[in-house]
């Protein structure tokens, strides 16, 4: 099953590549403040959707543009054909497919991959993380002031900005730095991979955590919601780093918890 999650993320790869040579002729939509879709979303979701069910056709799908499609299938992949949008369309190359396979609602294989880069981050449940052949280990970095995080600003309307604010402020003055990227399956990856020390946002959807949660912990890192707990990716507050650091952002977190 991995093999061909990631025969379709190269191929929604090869559409986002294409596009990027032309970004002056996208269509770009509104879904909502902040929020876009181009055709190349459109193009490789239904570019990943046609692969996966040529190979398994009586597989469900969570998808970011079109949904949910056989729902009650025991084997649901969980799609986000494009993280990071508003950088693609701006021209910044930092951006990714996220493609998860959820059987009976826990993960069991996980593909992100970076088109600019030409990067596969894949694990299957149980067998390790992986950067194209290389195992992944999340940082071993003990101590928050010394880590390097990644974060999400919110970027809708409806998401409470001055909230947030209070949190990044805090958090700037407990670790050595605090990034913004843009692209939550992206910094999945780079906390397993060890680039980051740990990551946390909020507000966010399945298709944005799916496979980057199953990166995380299978390289060794822990996940949850603020307060350290399970649950994060039906409230979309999500928490990563190696155990250490983990503990250390509960404690800073957890107060500002809502799930």
Same mark, same amino acid.
């Given at each position: 099953?991995?093999?061909?999650? #990631?025969?379709? *993320? ?8 294409? *596009? ?7 269509? #770009? ?7 876009? #879709? ?16 040529? *190979? ?27 993280? +990071? ?5 701006? +021209? ?9 396979? %959820? ?7 996980? #593909? ?5 880069? @030409? ?9 390790? %993380? ?30 409470? &900005? ?25 910094? &999945? ?18 298709? @944005?955590? *799916? %496979? ?7 390289? +060794? ?6 307060? +350290? ?31």
């Amino acid at each position: 099953m991995l093999n061909v999650a #990631v025969k379709a *993320a190269r191929r929604a790869g090869n559409i986002i590549n294409r *596009a990027s040579l032309n970004l002056e002729r996208l269509q #770009v939509d509104r879904k909502q403040h902040n929020d876009f #879709v181009t055709e190349v979303d459109k193009a490789a979701e239904a570019a990943i959707i046609e692969t996966l069910s040529e *190979a398994y056709p009586l597989h469900g799908f969570l998808a970011e543009e079109t949904g949910s499609h056989n729902e009650g299938a025991d084997n649901i992949w969980i799609i986000d054909p494009l993280d +990071g949008t508003t950088n693609f369309i701006h +021209g910044f190359p930092h951006y990714a497919i996220s493609i998860a396979l %959820a059987v009976n609602g826990v993960t069991q294989q996980a #593909v992100v991959y970076d088109p600019n880069r @030409d990067e596969l981050f894949t694990a299957t449940r149980g067998s390790g %993380a992986y950067l194209d052949r290389r195992r992944l280990r999340v940082a071993a970095e003990p101590r928050l002031m010394n880590a390097l995080l990644g974060t999400g600003f919110p970027y809708r309307e409806d998401q409470d &900005l001055d909230a947030y604010l209070t949190i990044f402020s805090e958090m700037t003055r407990q670790c050595a730095g605090l990034r913004r990227p843009g692209a939550a399956a992206l910094d &999945l990856a780079y906390v397993a991979a060890g680039r980051y020390d740990g990551f946390f946002e909020s507000d966010l959807k399945p298709w @944005d955590m *799916a %496979a980057g949660a199953l990166l995380v912990t299978e390289s +060794g890192g822990l996940i949850g919601n603020y307060r +350290g707990e399970e649950g994060y990716l039906q409230s979309g507050e999500v928490m990563c780093a190696n155990p250490r650091i983990f503990a250390q952002m509960v404690q800073s977190l957890s107060k500002h918890s809502k799930s």
